[in-house]
């Protein structure tokens, strides 16, 4: 039941539409007064008439019925209270017969967005860096299917560039098959970082390393076959870190799958006497734009990143006929993606208003927490599984009986993780601290999960009801039957925005109105079977949508804890 859109249908205001009155009625501080209210202030000039008497015209003119229960008017406002036994009924019918499906839409449905997000370089340490962009696309992925668009996830990997004529260099010199086998990622960063370090007394290293990067280009066999090889030892030590987070793609198209796509795009801008020569290389002046020229080509020919992600965009275009295509990329890369979004947009293509950089802020570790390998290097993985190991301490203490610690260790550290990531605005900048993702009682996902065990546990004792009479309610039964009522709109702004931390405090809100509840009213020991019986209905509904919403997170909920 949309109220705001049934409240602003019954008014009649000359000149005013009832859109117009939908944005204006709010939520008044003290439900007291009322469930929603229309200041009237607005009105005075158009009307030439004071809002206090606006308001008590508007007042007399309404007609209650079974939805809206009371009008009053006070001081320029008209307050509107909305009929509680009929408004949790509806509520709690709706999420106890949607179930999974509750807070889902089919809004998007026919329409395709192309999520780029996680986007790892190969060989390089998949560090704290990437936790954002991952559990963010993650959250974006899942919330936009659930709201019926087809989406595509795609791993934009960074596997292009002299990087790996380096690699293989160094490989050549002092690597060990089967301690690179093993090392993954880890031996493959210690290799480059050996490379640097040698290069430095022997430039002649440098020189190799270009002809080597020249030889993939070239298809030469050995090369790419070791390039190849270290994709795959990369791609299969992300893996379990994508497993942990259940983060999944559609699509790994990454930097070098674009290589042999640029020159299309270069020939467009040539014709449509867009670039220009700069010292040897090529760029598109952005000066007008108040932005440094766009590189679009080095002096020696060679593309540069913002020509691959130009031929990225163009091919994402022609392959998915996309909506919308997102970049989860850290805000660092502001000026990136405004150059090539504008380049893009300067060659006619119209679908350049499409492309969206939902950019974040940066996480960095709460100092002292761990050591940093070799040049502030933090490890993903290795937070994770410290994450776990730490809730495993927890709740080993709390409650050493339990059984499968070890699986409801793993939700709750790495929902931890995924959690406080996705807690605040995306663009802040956060400092990850195990203690504080950790705790039972702020707002966090042990906290939600933990309510959520609670809940689950009286519902085991005293049955999940999917029907049910609406008794006398109390306040905080009404509290919290609204905050569930929230969850579509939720969702919904959490989609529009690119914002999954409203789902996230969304959570938190659910999951202290439920533990408010749970203090003010009996549920199991209660006489009245009536009311037992509507209340563990409501706790039912409670855990149902929590459930929904940290699915869309990526984070599960143990049965107990
Ligand atoms: N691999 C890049 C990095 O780590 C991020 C790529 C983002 N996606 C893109 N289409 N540019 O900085």
């Known amino acids: 039941m949309d109220y705001k859109k049934y409240i602003a249908e019954k008014i009649t205001i000359e000149g005013i539409g009832a859109e117009e009155l939908v944005e204006l009625i709010a939520l008044p501080p ?3 007064m009322g469930d929603y209210a229309l200041p009237c202030f607005k009105f005075a000039k158009l009307l030439r008439k004071s809002p206090v008497m606006i308001a008590e015209d508007l007042k007399n003119a309404f007609v209650t019925d079974e939805v809206i229960g009371e009008v009053s008017a006070v001081n320029g406002y008209v307050n509107f209270k909305i009929n509680k036994s009929d408004f949790v009924a509806s509520t709690l019918k709706r999420i106890l017969s949607e179930k999974e499906a509750y807070g889902s839409s089919n809004e998007g449905e026919g329409k395709t967005i192309c999520i780029d997000y996680s986007s790892i370089n190969i060989a390089k340490p998949f560090h704290i860096g990437h936790l954002s962009t991952t559990v963010l696309g993650g959250a974006l992925y899942r919330i936009l299917s659930f709201l019926g668009y087809k ?13 790996f004529g380096k690699l293989i260099s160094a490989y050549k010199r002092w690597g060990v098959k089967d301690e690179i086998e093993k090392g993954g990622i880890r031996a493959l960063n210690e290799l480059y970082v050996r490379f640097h370090q040698e290069a430095e007394n022997h430039p002649e290293y440098d020189d190799e390393a270009r002809a080597y990067f020249k030889k993939i280009e070239q298809g030469d066999e050995e090369c790419q076959a070791l390039f190849k090889w270290f994709k795959e030892l990369t791609l299969k030590d992300v893996q379990k870190i994508y497993d942990l987070l259940d983060i999944r793609f559609d699509s790994y198209a990454g930097e070098s799958f674009f290589s042999d796509k640029m020159q299309p795009i270069v020939d467009e801008l040539k014709e449509k006497g867009l670039l220009q020569e700069s010292r040897g290389a090529q760029v598109v002046d952005l000066e007008e734009y108040s932005m440094t020229p766009c590189m679009i080509l080095k002096s020696d020919g060679s593309s540069l990143y913002a020509t691959r992600d130009m031929a990225a ?9 996309f909506y919308k295509c997102l970049y989860v990329v850290a805000y660092q890369q502001n000026l990136h993606f405004k150059q090539f979004f504008k ?8 679908w350049a208003k499409d ?13 002292g927490t761990m050591s940093t390998r070799k040049g502030n290097v933090v490890f993903l993985e290795d937070v994770i599984n410290k994450c776990i190991e730490k809730a495993y301490t927890i709740i080993d203490e709390k409650n050493p009986d339990l059984e499968n610690k070890k699986d ?17 605005s995306k663009i802040k900048d956060i400092v990850f601290s195990y203690d504080k993702v950790l705790t039972f009682d702020g707002e966090t996902s042990v906290y939600v999960q933990y309510t959520c065990a609670r809940a689950n546990s009286v519902l085991m004792k005293g049955g999940a009801p999917e029907t049910f009479e609406v008794p006398e309610l109390t306040a905080s ?46 549920i199991l020991s209660v006489e009245d079977e009536k009311t037992r019986n509507f209340r563990l209905a409501l706790t039912n509904a409670t855990c149902q949508t929590l459930k929904n919403a940290f699915g869309l997170l990526g984070i599960g909920i143990p049965e107990k804890m």
């Open 343 to 350: 380049v893009l947009e300067l060659m006619g293509k119209d």
């Open 151 to 163: 989406t595509v996830g795609i791993n934009h990997l960074g596997d292009y560039g002299t990087q």
């Open 30 to 32: 003290n439900t007291e």
């Open 477 to 522: 039964e009404i509290e919290l039957t609204k905050a569930l009522a929230n969850f579509p709109e939720t969702v919904k702004d959490a989609a529009e925005k690119y914002e999954p931390s409203y789902i996230a405090r969304f959570a938190v809100d659910v999951a202290q109105k439920f533990n408010k509840f749970y203090i003010d009213c009996k």
């Open 313 to 321: 965009a163009t091919y994402r275009k022609k392959e998915y006929d």
């Open 408 to 424: 409801v260790a793993k939700k709750v550290g790495v929902g931890a993780v995924i959690f406080g990531a996705l807690y605040n």
């Open 355 to 367: 492309l969206v950089h939902v950019a974040y802020g940066m996480v960095s570790l709460e100092e």
